[in-house]
């Protein structure tokens, strides 16, 4: 049972334009979440976090939006650059001592000249 | 330099054999995570570390064991039960404390003949 579900697996966006990555969860314990962005045969690496007393988190081009009745959050590049193509990956933990950190199947996203 | 350091990036071993994975960290993380990655199934845990001498099973530990002598290890053991061993292997820590990201080595890519 995904608890942490991208359910687009790919998105294309026109460089200069907006990129919206969608994540939503089923898991109602989570209260942080993080989104990371990875490049072919590397490690993720963070870019941008929420916790759960948010609705919006933003640094420079990023923005990450919350919707906790939802269980949906997104997050948003703009403008988008060539730099940007890659897969990114939302994840989430919960507060308690076991908080693993689940992560989606992420979402590759691709930046067009 | 902090980090968190993989070893090797590629491996090649026979089918059968058992082979060991090597994850350190020097960031004095409490927290240690073993990820497996393959294509369109995003990152899957496969064994998650809170503290020195304990581990827990993630969603796909079988076929896998861990041990955690000292803080800055959590070695990874692919076993011969594993049965589909082929994929990219992605070590991560975190500090224990809620709200913090995991940091990932740069991964290694098993491959087995």
């Known amino acids: 049972d995904q608890q942490v579900k991208q359910n687009s697996p790919s998105l294309s966006v026109q460089e200069g334009r907006i990129s919206i990555l969608i994540c939503d969860y089923t898991n109602s314990m989570f209260d942080y979440f993080l989104w990371y962005k990875k490049y072919p045969a590397e490690g993720p690496t963070f870019l941008i976090s929420?916790?759960?007393?948010?609705d919006k988190n933003e640094d420079g081009r990023f923005t990450v939006f919350l919707n906790k009745s939802a269980k949906h959050l997104s997050l948003h590049i703009v403008p988008s650059q060539p730099g940007d193509s890659a897969v990114y990956f939302c994840a989430a933990s919960s507060m308690n001592r076991d908080d693993k950190i689940i992560f989606g199947k992420g979402t590759r996203l691709h930046i067009l000249p | 330099d902090g980090g968190i350091t993989q070893s090797p990036k590629y491996l090649f071993r026979k089918e059968g054999q058992n082979v060991t994975l090597s994850c350190e960290q020097n960031?004095?993380?409490?927290?240690m995570y073993w990820y497996r990655q393959d294509p369109g199934q995003g990152l899957r845990l496969i064994y998650y570390s809170q503290i020195v001498n304990d581990f827990q099973k993630g969603d796909i530990a079988e076929g896998y064991s861990v041990s955690r002598e000292k803080k800055e290890s959590f070695p990874l053991t692919v076993t011969s039960a594993q049965k589909n061993p082929t994929a990219f292997y992605l070590c991560a820590s975190s500090d224990a404390r809620v709200g913090t990201e995991a940091f990932f080595g740069q991964g290694t890519r098993l491959t087995v003949v």
């Open positions: 960031l004095n993380h409490d927290a």
């Open positions: 929420i916790s759960s007393i948010k």
